[in-house]
Nanobody
């Protein structure tokens, strides 16, 4: 499976961006797909996950501001980011694993086997 992200960019605080992740290859019926981010000098953290059963889970820092969704017909994952803050600045990565999602606190980057190349999001104050 190949994952290709797009949609990053620069925006002022309070603005919005939508990230997309196109998946190519065979997608098993059971999966967990998600977004991680990594700021300079920090570890990679889970932002939002969505499962093939429709389950979603979010990091506390983005709840109410970010929305994860998918278009199964297009094999595309989205992350709508609203009310962006400077602390959201990071490289955002799309990831996938063929198993059900657990809570965002219970899954780390090591649980995901497929990764995109990353897309940069910069939020200025």
């Amino acid at each position: 499976v190949q994952l290709v992200e797009s949609g990053g960019g620069s925006v002022q605080a309070g603005g919005s961006l939508r990230l997309s992740c196109a998946a190519y290859g065979y997608i098993y019926s059971t999966y967990c797909m998600g977004w991680f981010r990594q700021a300079p000098g920090k570890g990679r953290e889970g932002v939002a996950f969505i499962g093939s059963d429709g389950y979603t889970t979010y990091a506390d820092s983005v709840k109410g501001r970010f929305t994860i969704s998918e278009d199964n017909a297009k094999n595309t994952l989205y992350l709508q980011m609203n009310s962006l803050k400077p602390e959201d600045t990071a490289t955002y990565y799309c990831a996938a694993v063929f198993r059900p999602c657990d809570t965002i606190a219970a899954m780390t980057q090591h649980d995901f086997g497929y990764w995109g190349q990353g897309t940069q999001v910069t939020v200025s104050s």
